[in-house]
Every structure is written in structure tokens, then in C-alpha cells.
Nanobody, 119 residues
Framework: QVQVEESGGGLVQAGDSVMLSCVVS?????????MGWFRQVPGKEREEREC???????????YYTDSVKGRFTISRDNVKNTVYLQMDSLKPEDTGVYYC????????WGQGTQVTVSS
């Protein structure tokens, strides 16, 4: 059974940095799928999660939504079945629960990791 587990969030101040990790276990074909980090902000429903960053299967192509471009960096380690999100220059509007999944949402959602940025 495939499990997705996000970690690394916390309470930080504006301007701080955080690195999130997402481990996909029980799946030996992790390296075949593009992955993304999704953010659910307070007051929004699960269906309104915003995809903030994506990375292709090999890790050489990335995409960022405008609000995080230049501040967030997505990467992956296909040996460790892990996707990372380095978050720099954090802003209060980055607050939310962060989830990872394949871009075609083939995995069950994990519990996410909460990132709270205070001003």
C-alpha cells in the first residue's frame, strides 16, 4: 500500500526558511511520475488546494506559481522516493497545510504538514 508522508513544517517568522519533505513509500515506480506540492490555506476546501510547485519525473523541469517564484525550490531524490520543497523568504500568505502528490493525483493524500508564518 502506498503511503505519502509530509514533514518539515512549523511556526516560523516572516523571512525565515523551511524545507519540507515528502516520502512516498510502497511504490517502486515513484521515478516515473511528475510530482507537485499543493497548499491548502485556511478557509479553503480540499478541492481548492493550490498547486504551488511541480517537478517532472527526472527532476530537470520545474514549475512554480507566480506567488512563490524565486522563493521556493522543488527537488526530488528518486533513490529515496522523496520530494522536497525549500521555502525561503517566507511570507504570512504562505501559511497553510502543504501536501504532495503526483500531478495526476494517483496517490492517496497524506496528512500534510502545517506551515505557519507570523508577521
Amino acid at each position: 500500500q502506498v503511503q505519502v508522508e509530509e514533514s518539515g513544517g512549523g511556526l516560523v517568522q516572516a523571512g525565515d526558511s523551511v524545507m519540507l519533505s515528502c516520502v512516498v513509500s510502497g511504490r517502486r515506480t515513484f521515478d516515473k511520475y511528475a510530482m507537485g506540492w499543493f497548499r491548502q490555506v485556511p478557509g479553503k476546501e480540499r478541492e481548492e488546494r493550490e498547486c504551488v510547485a511541480t517537478i517532472n519525473y527526472s527532476g530537470d523541469t520545474t514549475y512554480y506559481t507566480d506567488s512563490v517564484k524565486g522563493r521556493f525550490t522543488i527537488s526530488r531524490d528518486n533513490v529515496k522516493n522523496t520530494v522536497y520543497l525549500q521555502m525561503d523568504s517566507l511570507k504570512p500568505e504562505d501559511t497553510g497545510v502543504y501536501y504532495c502528490n503526483s500531478l495526476d493525483l494517483r496517490y492517496s493524500w497524506g496528512q500534510g504538514t502545517q506551515v505557519t508564518v507570523s508577521s
